[in-house]
Structures are given as C-alpha cells and as structure tokens.
C-alpha cells in the first residue's frame, strides 16, 4: 500500500491518535496549507501532526526526530520539536509525528516589513545553528555541494523560467559562484531548506524556522542564501554584517545558490498556476523578487 492509495483526513488522524496517543485523540485537527514531503495537520493550539506523502519523507522526519532535540535547545528562534511518534500500522503504512507548532505566518503568504530586525534575527539564528556538526550528522545527498556540481540543476531551472532580458546577469552571478573558492572549514550544521515557505513571520520580522527534513553537514553558504531568499531588498549587506563570519568565497557561493533557489521557486510558482503536480502558486512571486534582490546585490558589489 502507498500513500497515494490512502486519503489522509482528520477522521484519519484522529483514528491514529485514539490508536497510538489517546490523551491528544480529541484535541481540535484541520490540516494546514503548504508542505511539500509532508503534510501538516494543525492539533489544538500547540502540536502539529506531520503525516508523509512521499517515499523520503519518512527519513526525512526520522532525521528531525533525531537532531532536533538536540539542536533546538540552543537556537534563538522557535522551531518544530517531535513530541511524538506514531508507528506504522494498518490503518497507515507510514511513520508518522507530532511536532510542537511554531506560530506565524509563512513568508510566501505574507511580508517582512522590519527589514533590519529581519536581517539582525537571521544573523543570530545562522550563527547559532552553524556550529561544526559530529561525525554521525546527515550528509545530503542533493544538496551541500559546491554549485560547480549543481549546474545541470541550475541549467534546467535556467531555461524554464529565466526571462531573456535577465539571462545575461543571471548567467554571470551563476558563472561567478561556480568560479568561487570551495569550502574548506569543517561541515556546519545547515538547515539546507531555506526559502519563504519554511520560515514564518510575526509583527513584521521572522518568528520562527520550520521544516528541517533535509538538515545536514556541510557549507553554510546554502543557509546563507536566505539573505537574498528571504529578506527584503536591501537588508542583505545588514545581515553580512551582523553574521560576521561570511568571508567573499561564502559570499560568491551563497548568491549563486541564491539564483538557484530562486529559479526553482519561480518553475514550482509556474507548476502551480499551470495546475501540474507538486506546482505552489506563492512561490512564483517569491522567487522573482528573490532574484531580483539577487542581481540587485550582483550590479552593487559583484567582487
């Protein structure tokens, strides 16, 4: 049986629960909008119940079930912590969890309108998370590298969504970062999933960081592209700054995977107002003014 088979509702959920968690079965659920591995589910005021839909979704929550308690007690912001396991069973042939809810809106749904309190926030949380990983931290095995290895990726994003009058430029921050020096420090933890839909925001600014599933070791620079990703325009110079410990090879990488960040948000915003699977209609606009922070930042100060 595969999840596709099974319709994954609330009176689903609460079976679940009744089965395997009891004390949380009559608690309020509706389900939540977004996700991409997972779906969520919103349990009373404080829980989530994140329920796979894809073949790696369940490594990837075994992932957070194990570093997350580990990792959270120490970051500045709010993050989804398991509380939970559900086992798989007949009624569902998937591990399942309930993770503590992080409150906010996601930023594909709203904006950042405290660009340097955004900018400080992010600072902090990066600083905190990128700390060298132990030798049995999870290493990605589609994302952490140099963007040299990335260009078939970036190729195809390329010429699916990049208009003509911004090829050139796009071109030339990708060119840039693949000429970027590697990175030679010890791998870091890195959340690896940066972008609008997996950070929410509250008053103005960030308030939390969710969806860790694709967590490893390796260079910062894939978090350091949220400058671009998912502040305002202007506040990246503001959150190099405050970070303090991107040196210019960082700097190169992190654009460059910014652009790569930002075209596939723009080819899933296309899916999504085409209909097609997988396609998230908010996205589109998201990744459109991250790239344009992108080449905003490329003409100021391209090194």
Known sequence: MT?????????????????????????????????????????????AVRMPRTERAPQL????????????????????????IGEPSARFPKPWTVMTWVPGEP??????SRGDHAADTL?????????????????SEDRGDHPAKCTDGFDHFFHAVVPDDLADDVRAVWAD????PEWEGPPLWVHGDLH????????GTLSGVIDFGDMFAGDPAWDLAAAWVILPAGAASRFFDVYAHADEGMIRRARGLATLKSLFLMLMGLNGD???????PTWGPAGRAALERVLQSWHSSPF
């Open 196 to 203: 609008p839909a997996n950070v929410v925001v509250s008053d």
């Open 123 to 139: 600072a902090g949380f990066l600083e905190a998370l990128h700390v060298e990983a132990p030798a049995d931290a999870p290493i």
């Open 177 to 180: 970062a693949v000429a970027a």
């Open 3 to 47: 999840n596709s088979e099974i319709e994954i509702t609330a009176d689903l959920i609460r079976e679940l629960l009744r089965e395997q968690h009891p004390d949380l079965a009559e608690l309020n659920i509706r389900e939540v909008a977004g996700g991409w591995d997972n779906q969520q589910w919103r349990l009373g005021d404080e829980l």
């Open 274 to 280: 085409q209909g097609l699977p997988g396609g998230k």
């Open 107 to 112: 930023l594909d749904h709203t904006s950042i």
């Open 61 to 84: 929550q075994r992932k957070e079930r194990r570093w997350l308690p580990v990792l959270a007690p120490r970051l500045p912001l709010p993050v989804p912590n398991p509380v939970r």
